[in-house]
C-alpha cells in the first residue's frame, strides 16, 4: 500500500473508531460526533500552520484525541492531581489505540513509535514536531472558543 493511500486509511480508521462518540456537536448545521469534528479541525489546522508537516505528524494530528470519551474526566478526582493524572492516562491511551490502528493499515514500528511520542507530549520543549502539535492544539482550541 503506497504512503498516501496508507494514510488515507489510517484517517478513516481514526475517523470510524471516533464516530462511536455519544458526544455530539453541530458544525455549520450538521451534528457530527464530538471527537470526528475534533479530528478534522485538528487536520484542517495542522494543513494551514504547517503544511510540510511530515505524515507522522499528520497522522498524530488525526489520532489526537481517538475515543477520548472512554476515560471520562469524571472518572478522576476533580482537583489539580486528578486532571493530571487523567491527562497522563488519556497520552497513553490515545498512543495505544492510534498504534492499533496503524499497525492494521501495515504502518512500520518505527512509524508507530514516532506517532506514539508525539501523542505522548514527549520533549515538548526539544522536538519540533511535539511543539508542532501542541501548537496546533492550542489553534483549534482557541479556534473552538472564537
Not at 38 to 45: L, N, Q, S
Not at 90 to 108: Q, R, S
Amino acid at each position: 500500500m503506497a504512503t498516501s493511500d496508507k494514510l488515507s486509511k489510517a484517517f478513516e480508521l481514526f475517523d470510524l473508531a471516533n464516530s462511536k462518540d455519544p458526544n455530539t456537536e453541530v458544525f455549520m448545521g450538521r451534528e457530527y460526533p464530538k471527537e470526528v469534528l475534533y479530528a478534522m479541525r485538528m487536520t484542517d489546522k495542522l494543513n494551514d500552520f504547517a503544511p510540510n508537516a511530515s505524515e507522522v505528524l499528520r497522522l498524530t494530528a488525526r489520532a489526537q484525541h481517538i475515543r477520548r470519551w472512554e476515560i471520562p474526566r469524571e472518572s478522576y478526582e476533580m482537583n489539580r492531581v486528578g486532571y493530571l493524572k487523567w491527562r497522563q492516562e488519556l497520552k497513553k491511551f490515545h498512543a495505544e489505540k492510534a498504534a492499533e490502528i496503524l499497525e492494521e493499515v501495515g504502518y512500520d514500528h518505527e512509524t508507530i513509535e514516532k506517532v506514539q511520542f508525539l501523542l505522548e507530549k514527549k520533549q515538548l520543549k526539544r522536538n519540533d514536531e511535539t511543539r508542532t502539535l501542541e501548537d496546533v492544539i492550542c489553534l483549534v482550541f482557541l479556534g473552538i472558543l472564537l
